[in-house]
């Protein structure tokens, strides 16, 4: 899922002058010129005990486009479904994964089967028990080509999977079964240690499959509505609201505190009012451009940390300049001052990359040489890399870089290319195209140097590594190392974990080693939230839950 | 009369269809498809999907098939909202753009117009050149910029009202938007009731009916309104329109659920249907509002007389 640049995120171009004016409207009023009478924001005082009204009002960045799991796209549905459905693993207060509907599992040695054993306490919204059969339900309907999931892909790992959903073997082949009621079998292509976080994903959430063939695509209407999770849909306005209740059957309803969680899909300009207005205590997202206004205003409100995701270029490896020149690809690389663009350009949100893969527990990242380099020691190699590429003053590198369109871009963009151009002399123009458009010049391999971001669909590196495996999809340079998919080869076929990640980490000194991306910038989670909302953390999917949360007493908004 | 209606009625119809044509071929040329994501699918969900919206047949015969649905006033699914149709989304949209530009255009009508009237008869004094300052500066300030200053004073600082959203029948959640919709409307009513309270003053039948003695306020009451009303009527057609297609700013800035924000979302999702729909309803309520204008004309002012 999730390339990072989601349109839906942004609204369109007509808006940006209105966001950028915001930003200085309240910026001139606020905290702008310094001296300046401010206005503060009324101050809140909080107090010890739980809050009468656990109503918590959630921003999301916008409205699902459907609440059906298998047909889930978008990251802010992801976010309200995992509040809704529960699946054979959930998460945590901190982001980590927790036994769900799956009291206990064993793995066979070689990490290729699974059996999990269901709670039998754990029922659906209107009473019925779950059972294995409808965790079999929901990935059957997920890889079955009729049911149109447009990222079916994410089974993959299971055996029969992407037969299945390329239309090659029956539905009923898919590697899973169930001995009985409380129990699931999974077979695995390959050891894949990562699937507890794919089993807590909606894709893998069961279904309550009367309810579905009853009412067909109408089953996610609210008046219809059955999961399994510690909420359920009670209203639904597009554009304006989700509003779920807490489920009194679920399993563990005593420990869920909300009544009910209202999330608001708003832009993320929008989400900064409402919150300083105290109409909502948790915005999903604020403006990049916001970072220090808001931290001077609002303090501790202002949370930021590490979020898996990597804003990188790519270069286009069928044609020149970059498929025969790897000096000019490592030239480009060293010529980035990265702490000028995470220090000046981000203001200190977010962290520089200087290699694929964002810090992750367990695993060695491995940064190239040069990263450790003094500027000078660093600029004076890439000019001489970009000389032994065939480039001087008067024959310079003329191509352009593109991007999607978006403001909080375009500073980025700006700034890579100044420096390109006075640390090399190269000449490279930013070009930004509408998300889509872009989108199919990439898949038609038309741009030469373009942004590559990706956000990880699990905290592991291989979710980063496939971007550039031969014959993979969304690999838009069409990258082609044989000595690199080898490496990844074998770490798919190594059950033993660590071993797995030496072979990864082989791959990414590799890929450090041939200059195929430029990393740039890592992702930063970034919220507002109010001092009275207690039980949540950050985590490295950005994926906080509601049913830890619950509010204190407090006086103010 | 009737024949001036028939007329328009069967020219309104042919209009239509080059609006519902223009849009749903502008739309199918952009690039990049409704159901395109980065990921991109199996080919056979993407043929299941492409079935399910008729997206697997030629476009002429999708474009006659969405004609035919149109002819029965079915706008077809969205695209973006799975299993939700676009009359679903105008008919919950709609409403919420009805009131809001109502009232907004209410608003301007009878502040606007009294302003407008008001400086008009203290004509370079300072009631007149107080409020149209203040006409210009509502004029040139766009609501991008009065919708946020609105939400910052009275939500964030004062808290006296909530800083966006919608609730039906609740008036606390309806007074900002209103305001940030009105203010434009306001100022530009009152500027051009002005020009026409100063011409109309100025006419010899004005002059007359002052020459009779009468008081001021029968003068301006019996005698001015009706022609001063006229240019107003042919600005409110098509602002009655665009108002209830929806004002995309105020809808993104207080968060409102409204088809103008579905017709922004639409467009960056090629969200075909949603798109066409929402073009071809703003096309309809411009042709209403326009004939209903010129009624409105010939009724006010007895000089006009309609013919198709």
């Known amino acids: 899922m999730k390339f990072p640049r989601c349109p839906r995120r942004f609204t369109a171009a007509a808006l940006r002058g209105a966001a950028a004016f915001v930003a200085g409207s309240l910026a001139a009023c606020g905290g702008g010129a310094p001296g300046a009478d401010v206005p503060a924001v009324p101050a809140i005082h909080v107090g010890a005990g739980l809050a009468a009204d656990q109503t918590l009002r959630r921003a999301i960045d916008s409205m699902p486009r459907t609440l059906d799991p298998s047909l889930l796209t978008d990251t802010p549905a992801q976010k309200v479904l995992d509040d809704l459905f529960e699946g054979l ?82 539905v009923a082949s898919l590697g899973v079964d169930a001995p009985d009621p409380l129990t699931v079998r999974i077979v695995l292509n390959s050891p894949t240690p990562y699937l507890l976080f794919l089993l807590a994903d909606s894709f893998m959430q069961p279904l309550h499959r009367a309810t579905i063939e009853r009412w067909g695509d109408d089953w996610t209407r609210p008046e219809h509505w059955v999961s399994n999770g510690p909420f359920v849909v009670k209203e639904v306005v597009i554009d304006d609201r989700i509003s779920v209740a807490k489920n009194p059957l679920y399993w563990d309803a005593t420990s869920v505190r909300p009544t009910r969680v209202d999330y608001f899909p708003l832009d993320t300009l929008t989400q900064v009012g409402r919150f300083m207005a105290g109409d909502i205590q948790f915005a999903s997202i604020f403006p990049n451009s916001q970072f220090q206004w808001l931290k001077s205003r609002l303090g501790a409100q202002v949370v930021t940390g590490p979020y898996l995701g990597i804003s990188q270029m790519a270069v286009n490896m069928q044609g020149p300049p970059f498929a025969m020149s790897r000096d000019l690809r490592l030239a480009l690389n060293l010529a980035l001052d990265r702490r000028i663009l995470a220090d000046k350009v981000r203001e200190g949100l977010q962290p520089p990359a200087f290699s694929l893969i964002p810090p992750l527990p367990g695993y060695r990242q491995q940064l190239p040489e040069w990263a450790s380099w003094s500027d ?124 797995r990640f030496r072979f990864l980490e082989q791959a990414e000194q590799r890929l450090n080693a041939e200059g195929a991306s430029i990393p740039v910038l890592y992702y930063a989670s970034r919220h507002l939230v109010k001092p009275y909302l207690k039980g949540w953390q950050l985590n490295i999917q950005d994926r906080i839950v509601s049913r830890y949360m619950y509010l204190l007493e407090h006086e103010g908004r | 009369m009737l024949k001036f209606l028939a007329g328009r009625l069967a020219l309104a119809v042919p209009t239509m269809l080059v609006i519902a044509t223009l849009a749903f071929g502008l739309l199918h040329a952009t690039p990049g498809g409704p159901f395109d994501t980065a990921k991109r699918m199996p080919p056979e969900i993407q043929r299941s999907i492409e079935a399910k919206y008729h997206l697997d047949e030629p476009v002429w015969r999708q474009y006659l098939r969405y004609l035919g649905d149109l002819a029965h006033g079915d706008f077809g699914p969205s695209f973006q909202y799975r299993n939700t149709s676009v009359n679903e989304l105008i008919r919950s949209g709609l409403p919420v753009d009805a009131v809001i530009g109502s009232l907004a255009l209410l608003a301007a009508m009878l502040v606007g117009g009294c302003v407008g009237t008001v400086a008009a008869l203290r004509r370079n004094r300072w009631l007149d050149h107080g409020p149209m300052f203040l006409a210009v500066l509502g004029i040139s300030i766009p609501v991008f910029v009065t919708g946020p200053l609105l939400i910052l004073v009275f939500a964030v600082q004062l808290h006296w009202l909530p800083s966006g959203d919608w609730r039906w029948g609740e008036i606390r959640y309806l007074l900002l938007p209103v305001t940030a919709l009105a203010l434009p409307y306001v100022a530009y009513v009152a500027r051009v009731a002005r020009g026409a309270a100063i011409e109309v003053f100025a006419s010899p039948f004005i002059l007359t009916a002052r020459a009779k003695g009468l008081p001021t306020r029968t003068v301006v009451l019996r005698h001015a309104l009706r022609p001063v009303l006229l240019p107003l009527v042919s600005f409110l057609g098509p602002a009655f329109a665009s108002v209830l297609t929806g004002s995309i700013v105020i809808e993104s800035v207080f968060g409102l659920p409204g088809i103008g924000k579905y017709f922004l979302t639409g467009a960056i999702n090629r969200d075909y249907t949603l798109v066409v729909g929402i073009t071809v309803l703003y096309g309809a309520l411009i042709i209403a509002f326009n004939l209903l204008a010129d009624l409105c004309y010939a009724w006010l002012d007895p000089r006009v007389r309609l013919q198709s």
């Open chain 1, 376 to 499: 000078e020691r660093r600029h004076a190699e890439a000019r001489r890399l970009y000389a032994a590429a065939g480039y001087s003053a008067a024959h310079p590198l003329r191509i352009q870089v593109d991007y999607p369109t978006n403001e909080d871009n375009r500073d980025v963009y700006d700034a890579i290319t100044a420096m390109w151009l006075t640390n090399l002399g190269a000449q490279v123009e930013p070009y930004n195209e509408e998300f889509r458009v872009l989108l199919q010049n990439l898949r038609l391999h038309k741009p030469v140097l373009f942004q590559d971001s990706w956000i990880g669909d699990y905290p592991d590196p291989f979710t980063f590594l496939q971007l550039f495996q031969t014959g993979f999809d969304q690999n838009f340079g069409a990258y082609s190392d044989p000595a690199y998919d080898a490496l990844l080869a074998a770490a798919a076929a190594e059950p033993d974990p660590a071993r």
């Open chain 1, 89 to 170: 693993t959930a998460l945590g207060l901190d982001g980590s994964i927790v036994p769900g509907v799956a009291a206990s599992w064993e793995v066979s040695a070689d990490g290729k089967q699974w059996v999990f054993h269901l709670r039998p306490e754990a029922r659906w919204s209107n009473g019925d028990p779950v059972t294995s059969a409808d965790f079999i339900y929901a990935w059957r309907r997920e890889v079955d080509p009729k049911t149109g999931a447009e990222y079916a892909q994410a089974l993959a790992p299971i055996v029969g999977a992407m037969a299945i959903a390329t239309g090659h073997a029956p």
